[in-house]
């Protein structure tokens, strides 16, 4: 239905405009929301997320980042620009970063006896250092209510019984976690996920063709809805389950492609996205037998480790995959 209005729209007033004038609606609240943005040569911050407890008495703490490009997405290699410390420099940290905001990426597992110490990671980029400190303090403690207040499934104190017995999706991979692979030869990653059906599905858009499109019942453009400001002053996220692929390290200049392309696992809140934070999205049909497919080729040789994130929109599950890649014999 949606489909067949925004048919008709295009044809009355041209695809160009429609799509113009909702980047100019949004860009213009943008612009003044946000104040100047980047396409890329910021920097990256690292951000410590809080911590969570294992039942062997030992600590997670939890890092993401905030990259202030909206394109530039820099590959910095374990070193002096990608470290922690004390102790190892190497703690399974991303060394591909993502655009924008992405919260809670990895964990560090640290001992029960970790007390008041601090771990830092520093991460440069584009000549600028930033630092991010773990530390156990009580009031960063983090549980699942919180993670799915922060990545923002629930509003400001949103909270109920359903939901707080609400559990992450379960991943069963289909294929070795390390993988040997060509140049220009497709790799298929298949995972079989289930899930909880929490919480429940929520959104529509242009990739699903749902009800955030601005678009009259007679096909003609909504302006009012269009031009409507969002109603949360948080970071609001579509609910519903999927699964999707990115790269977490690789060599520096990497080229990876993915078939499909892949849902967004940070913050991407242009209304055009494929991200669960575009205010116009839906999450995609579930496949019938639960196994979510995916092809990708890898255009540059070396080590790659690629991170699945299963999401339901609340809580998620993280699997890793590493991929050695080589130049085709000739």
């Known amino acids: 239905m949606v489909g067949r209005r925004f048919s008709r729209l295009q044809r009355a007033v041209g695809g160009g405009f429609v799509f113009g004038v909702l980047a100019l609606a949004v860009g213009a609240h943008s612009a003044v929301a946000q104040g100047l943005t980047y396409s890329s040569g910021q920097s990256i911050s690292p951000s410590f997320e809080g911590w969570g407890t294992n039942p062997d008495g030992s600590f997670n703490l939890l890092f993401g980042y905030m990259n202030r490009n909206w394109e530039e997405q820099p590959d910095i290699p374990v070193g002096d620009g990608n470290k922690f410390s004390p102790g190892l420099a190497d703690r399974g940290q991303p060394t591909h970063f993502l655009p924008r905001r992405n919260r809670f990426v990895f964990k560090v597992r640290v001992p029960a006896d970790f007390g008041e110490q601090e771990l830092v990671w520093t991460v440069r980029a584009n000549g600028v250092e930033k630092m991010a400190y773990g530390t156990l303090r ?63 599905r929520s959104g529509g858009g242009f990739f699903g063709g749902g009800a ?86 890898f255009h540059v040789p070396g080590t790659y480790v690629l991170q699945g994130r299963a999401d339901d929109g609340g809580l998620f599950t993280d699997s890793r995959v590493t991929v050695r890649v080589s130049r085709p014999v000739l």
Request: aromatic share 8%.
């Open 138 to 200: 009580p009031d960063y403690f983090v549980d699942n209510m919180v993670i799915m207040s922060e990545t923002g499934t629930l509003g400001p104190g949103s909270s109920n019984a359903a939901l707080r017995a609400h559990t992450p999706p379960v991943v069963e991979l289909e294929m070795d976690t390390e993988i040997d692979a060509q140049v220009g030869q497709p790799v298929t990653l298949a995972a079989h996920v289930t899930d909880d059906g929490l919480p429940r």
């Open 212 to 297: 955030g499109l601005p678009i009259t019942d007679e096909g003609t453009l909504n302006l009012n809805r269009a031009l409507r400001t969002p109603n949360r002053i948080t970071v609001a996220k579509v609910s519903g389950l999927h699964m999707t692929w990115y790269v977490y390290r690789g060599p520096v200049g990497g080229e990876v492609s993915f078939n499909p392309g892949q849902i967004s696992t940070w913050e991407d809140t242009r209304p055009y996205s494929n991200s669960p934070w575009s205010p116009s999205w839906v999450a995609p049909d579930l496949p019938e037998d639960g196994r979510w497919v995916t092809e990708v080729t």
